[in-house]
T-cell receptor, first 115, second 109 residues
């Protein structure tokens, strides 16, 4: 397995446009997380899924943000009507939880720049 | 509340030891982590310690945990220029991981 992969690696968009990012977790991992990292800060939790169920959303996740994990495998994060403040690195992570637990493995992130 | 604090910068000479310190607030943490992030790269898990341990050693890395003071440290022995990066302290609380702002380590040759 090649680890957690995210696509695209970089995205530049105009303010007001919609963007969608994709995350492919490690194949047997049932948990998937989205984090946001702004310059000079550590990652901040946005949301997580257990299989296809979205179990928790941070207050950071405004109603312009929506995340899905329709089949319990890959996930998408969509930002509607982007604002300059949305510029950040969006990190995806996955882990296994249950009888055997693993730590979270992070992807390389999608860097979003809103101009 | 959930908060992780760490100093922003550390500069050491090549071959010296580096010690990066971190304090956290939530005593219910189960695991505490140290992640490394190099420019343009994702987060790499360096090491972790379970909350009922005091110390963990892994090659050049030593993690010390003082649960009473909620203080975590990472010591890197024989620091190399390749160790230059940002180091994040993090605690796991239930399903999520809370990160500090990161300590930027500069290694001078």
């Amino acid at each position: 397995d090649t680890g957690v992969s995210q696509d695209p690696r970089h995205k530049i968009t105009k303010r007001g446009q919609n963007v969608t990012f994709r995350c492919d977790p490690i194949s047997e991992h049932n948990r998937l997380y989205w984090y946001r990292q702004t310059l000079g800060q550590g990652p901040e939790f946005l949301t997580y899924f257990q299989n296809e169920a979205q179990l928790e959303k941070s207050r950071l996740l405004s109603d312009r943000f929506s995340a899905e994990r329709p089949k319990g495998s890959f996930s998408t994060l969509e930002i509607q009507r982007t604002e300059q403040g949305d510029s950040a690195m969006y990190l995806c992570a996955s882990s296994l939880a249950g009888q055997k637990n693993t730590e979270a493995f992070f992807g390389q992130g999608t860097r979003l720049t809103v101009v | 509340g959930e908060d992780v604090e760490q100093s922003l910068f550390l500069s050491v000479r090549e071959g010296d030891s580096s010690v990066i310190n971190c304090t956290y607030t939530d005593s219910s943490s189960t695991y505490l982590y140290w992640y490394k992030q190099e420019p343009g790269a994702g987060l790499q898990l360096l090491t972790y310690i379970f909350s009922n341990m005091d110390m963990k050693q892994d090659q050049r890395l030593t993690v010390l945990l003082n649960k009473k003071d909620k203080h975590l440290s990472l010591r890197i022995a024989d620091t190399q220029t390749g160790d230059s990066a940002i180091y994040f302290c993090a605690e796991s609380i239930s399903f999520k991981t809370i990160f500090g702002a990161g300590t930027r380590l500069f290694v001078k040759a």
